[in-house]
T-cell receptor, first 113, second 111 residues
């Protein structure tokens, strides 16, 4: 079955640590996105990529980094520079030629301990 | 950036009743979409309505779009307990397929 897989489902980070969230899709989608969702809130865009080896900052990119070395993969690193990283992180993908909406992963809940 | 605003923020109804949620936006759009999010899960795409369409149906869902008022509504008929979720509208305006999201309506269906 085609879809997006995010891992891990839960992640705990110590102060000062970098952590990487995985996002893999087998939908052959060109575009991929990372969002942050805080409790009771909507989605805020962190980074997006429309093509391999290219990505753009979203509204809240500070303290985060991404790479897009393969079409299928778009990992997000939460760096120690992100002062309030506790949140629910969602990865999504979409086709570019025919736009039928986004397909989302099931999310990663990151908690700072 | 937040373009859409859903109304109401929360809605609680009895099972079997109809649920209506509204979304308003600020700029011209190519299309508007509705998504559902169950608690602690990813979002699921429900329906997309293009700017030249006025109404669209999918099963128990009915979406309307009024571009003159920059607003959309999502109607869920004959609600079920499984419809309990948060519902988000999102608009696509440019050529880069980015969506701009509202803050969502939390729907609770009481058995």
């Amino acid at each position: 079955d085609g879809g997006i897989t995010q891992s891990p489902k839960y992640l705990f980070r110590k102060e000062g640590q970098n952590v990487t969230l995985s996002c893999e899709q087998n939908l052959n989608h060109d575009a991929m996105y990372w969002y942050r969702q805080d409790p009771g809130q909507g989605l805020r865009l962190i980074y997006y990529s429309q093509i391999v080896n290219d990505f753009q900052k979203g509204d809240i990119a500070e303290g985060y980094s991404v790479s897009r070395e393969k079409k299928e993969s778009f990992p997000l690193t939460v760096t120690s520079a992100q002062k309030n990283p506790t949140a629910f992180y969602l990865c999504a993908s979409s086709g570019v030629g025919t736009f039928d909406g986004y397909t989302f992963g099931s999310g990663t809940r990151l908690t700072v301990v | 950036s937040q373009q859409g605003e859903e109304d109401p923020q929360a809605l609680s109804i009895q099972e079997g009743e109809n649920a209506t949620m509204n979304c308003s936006y600020k700029t011209s759009i190519n299309n508007l979409q509705w998504y559902r999010q169950n608690s602690g899960r990813g979002l699921v795409h429900l329906i997309l309505i293009r700017s030249n369409e006025r109404e669209k149906h999918s099963g128990r869902l009915r979406v309307t779009l009024d571009t003159s008022k920059k607003s959309s509504s999502l109607l869920i008929t004959a609600s079920r307990a499984a419809d309990t979720a948060s519902y988000f509208c999102a608009t696509e305006s440019g050529s880069n397929y980015q969506l701009i999201w509202g803050a969502g309506t939390k729907l609770i269906i009481k058995p």
